[in-house]
């Protein structure tokens, strides 16, 4: 079982960058493949990124790929998100969460980290 808790939101005008970290809890966090999933108001969870536990294969939604970075460092139990050239549409409350199948999540959510980006 993993427990996320994400960090590293916040305020941004568009095109400027943050990274938003997840620290996960549970013995087994580097066997997984984690991933950020985020949340707009008045829309679905969605998947945003992912990152395999063995050999770093990522994933990404067409919405972000070439802007986000995902990474993980293991001694840490921790997933990254760097995220730049933000755009307004990328406001929302992003998640990190366990990955199963293709995109979808498994377990627990955490509290999330709000990032909403001005134009």
């Known amino acids: 079982q993993v427990h996320p808790v994400e960090s590293g939101g916040g305020l941004v005008q568009a095109g400027g960058s943050l990274k938003l970290s997840c620290a996960a809890s549970?013995?087994?966090?580097?066997?997984?493949?984690m991933g950020w999933f985020r949340q707009a108001p008045g829309k679905e969870r969605e998947f945003v990124a992912a990152?395999?536990?063995?050999?770093?294969?990522?994933d990404y939604a067409d919405s972000v790929k070439g802007r986000f970075t995902i990474s993980r460092d293991n001694a840490k139990n921790t997933v990254y998100l760097q995220m730049n050239s933000l755009k307004p549409e990328d406001t929302a409350v992003y998640y990190c969460?366990?990955?199963?199948?293709?995109?979808?999540?498994?377990?627990?959510w955490g509290q999330g980290t709000q990032v909403i980006v001005s134009s």
């Open positions: 990152i395999s536990w063995s050999d770093d294969t990522t």
């Open positions: 969460n366990r990955v199963v199948g293709s995109r979808a999540a498994f377990g627990s």
């Open positions: 549970g013995r087994s966090f580097s066997i997984y493949r």
